[in-house]
């Protein structure tokens, strides 16, 4: 099967997937105006269940299936509004907002599409940056620390100007070896909660998300693969708009589908190199699991109760510029 083939099947797959209600408990993370998030846990303590009364209640889930689907060339787009282009070169590029008419809100609206994107390292051949170009993406945001940068340079869709936030504040990053999956799936969560709690995390993430708010035109930020530190602002765009975390988690793994053919071939690069056993290994490196977003979420919980006060107290937004943000994701 074509890999485009398999992964438009993989999609599919993934939008028809329901999460499993019963054995789930939702605990809201409070937004500006009184909007909501949940996360989901399948024990609950005396302070989950205290947290419980601030859920938003019951997620609505109607539009997810297509908005995923048309990923792969699916779903009824809006007239004013062209599918997002795939580009070879980025295999993570998509907009922020989903596809088809955007992702819904659990207030009832719509988000809107066209306005952030996000993506992997930007190794665009010169087809696909005038395929960007088209975007009117006016300001390209690099996550990446200076030694990642350094080993890929950006290439740039046409009329964008490059902006760079090392969010981990470290001059490089390269992934330890670890001895089991188990292990290597522990520090991708630690990764996650260390974007709640570190410093440098916290003061990176803070100016990119107002400089997002202010930025004039369509923006595009990204990180190494798109999937982590990308996928944590993702995650919290989301949450802005108030889109269910059923939709931020599936929207979340969407970059296993993006991703899969890459996946799959630094696997068997690994299995040839090292044998199965290493390739066992380094996967949860390699893909996203739910478990990392939610060590993110909980992590927001067990340090700052509320995700305003995360926004506010953790990285420094105001509440202007949260609604800002917001009203620039919806429509």
């Keep these: 099967m074509p890999a485009t083939a398999k992964n438009c099947s993989l999609s599919r797959r993934l939008a028809s997937t329901k999460l499993p209600r019963a054995e789930r ?84 609206k719509q988000m ?10 930007l190794t665009l051949n010169a087809a696909d940056a005038a395929t960007l170009g088209k975007l009117a993406i006016a300001t390209v945001y690099d996550l990446r620390t200076p030694g990642e940068m350094a080993r890929t340079a950006d290439v740039l869709p046409v009329g964008a100007s490059l902006a760079t936030y090392n969010v981990l504040g470290a001059n490089d990053f390269v992934a330890p070896v670890f001895d089991t999956a188990d292990a290597a799936a522990a520090f991708m969560e630690a990764q996650a909660r260390a974007y709640v709690t570190g410093a440098a995390q916290r003061a990176g993430y803070g100016a990119l998300l107002t400089h997002l708010a202010a930025g004039a035109g369509a923006q595009l930020f990204h990180s190494s ?14 949450s802005i708009a108030n889109v269910p975390l059923d939709v931020i988690t599936q929207d979340y793994l969407l970059s296993n589908v993006y991703l899969a053919q890459s996946i799959e071939t630094q696997i068997e690069t690994l299995r040839a190199q090292d044998g199965d056993a290493v390739a066992t290994v380094d996967t949860p ?14 992590q927001v919980q067990a340090s700052y109760g509320t995700m305003t006060a995360y926004l506010t107290q953790g990285l420094g937004l105001t509440q202007a510029t949260i609604d800002l943000l917001r009203s620039r994701l919806v429509v």
């Design 225 to 238: 693969a798109g999937k982590d530190r990308a996928g944590w602002v993702a995650a919290l765009l989301l």
């Design 112 to 121: 809107r599409r066209g306005a952030f994107y996000r993506a992997n390292t």
């Design 25 to 108: 408990v939702d605990a809201g993370l409070s937004l500006g105006g009184g909007a909501q998030v949940t996360i989901s846990s399948d024990e609950t303590s005396p302070s989950r269940r205290a947290f419980l009364r601030h859920s938003a209640g019951m997620l609505l889930m109607s539009g997810l299936g297509g908005s995923l689907l048309s990923a792969c060339g699916g779903g009824n787009l809006s007239a004013d509004q062209p599918p997002t282009p795939r580009v070879a070169s980025v295999a993570n590029f998509r907009d922020v907002a989903g596809a088809a008419a955007g992702y819904p809100t659990v207030d009832g």
């Design 285 to 298: 490196l390699l893909n996203v699991q739910e478990s990392y977003l939610q060590a993110g979420f909980e």
